[in-house]
């Protein structure tokens, strides 16, 4: 698919006169537990020429775009996706912690993932990989039946919180590097390893009763949290300096 993703982005500059920052794949595919059916969901930051930004007005700055092949792609403006940056948007830091990467502009992505330390509220981040958790487990997983790839989308946030309980730092977007952590346990790992190979030979759409054990675990995870939460501190607010700074270098390039 690289090659169709390719020429999706290419298209999209020519006509929407606009240069592609960054590009990378977002979802499960960059998680890691992709199943064989499962859509491609492309990300990316995009940058007007100067003149564009210079007016009253702000126009739309996002781009979406869905092609045939199960291929999602959207975009965020520059001054967007640096907003969004400021305020701790972890899809955001993600994307640019994805291991399958379309376009990159050395500037952007480099002095991103540079300023992302500085930027990062531990608090914000794990209330938001909190929700998501919670949110899964409330609509797809307290039922005796539920489906595989949900487990997935219940493991990876909760292992996000776990990360920055220990970390206070944005937890990687691989999956496969939350569980190999050294504060997840080897039983934690195996029960992990053996649900990962039930995925694989799945579909979407299959699902399968779930261990009540797992299910209570599910329930302390969601509890233990919950509880942490109001520890995690909030950082001093850095200041959008370096990020304006990062954006006119952009803009007037």
Known sequence: ???????????????????????????????????????????????HPRDWYLRITEPRDVIERMLPNDLDVSGWDLRKALRLF?????????????????????????????????YFQPASALHHYLGTARTTFAD??????????KVFYFLRPI????????TRAQPPTEFSKLVAADWVTA??????????????????????AL???LQRWMRDQLAHFTQ?????????????????????ELVDA
């Open 1 to 47: 698919m690289t090659p169709t993703i390719l020429d999706a982005l290419d298209t999209i500059e020519r006509e929407r006169n606009v240069r592609v920052l960054f590009a990378a794949e977002s979802g499960s595919r960059a998680w890691g537990f992709a199943s064989p059916d499962s859509d491609y969901d492309v990300r990316f930051v995009y940058c």
């Open 86 to 118: 400021l305020r701790t948007n972890v899809a955001l830091y993600e994307w640019l912690g994805s291991p399958i990467v379309y376009r990159e502009n050395s500037v952007f992505a480099a002095r991103a993932r540079a300023l992302l330390p500085q």
């Open 140 to 149: 797809h997983l307290d039922r005796p039946e539920v489906r595989l790839k």
């Open 159 to 166: 292992l996000a919180c776990r990360w920055i309980e220990q």
């Open 187 to 208: 039983h934690e790992r195996e029960v992990i390893a053996e649900l990962l190979l039930r995925k694989e030979l799945a579909s979407e759409r299959d699902t399968e």
């Open 211 to 213: 261990d009540s054990g």
């Open 228 to 248: 942490i939460g109001p520890s995690l501190a909030r950082r001093v607010d850095a200041g959008p300096e370096a990020l304006d700074a990062l954006m006119a």
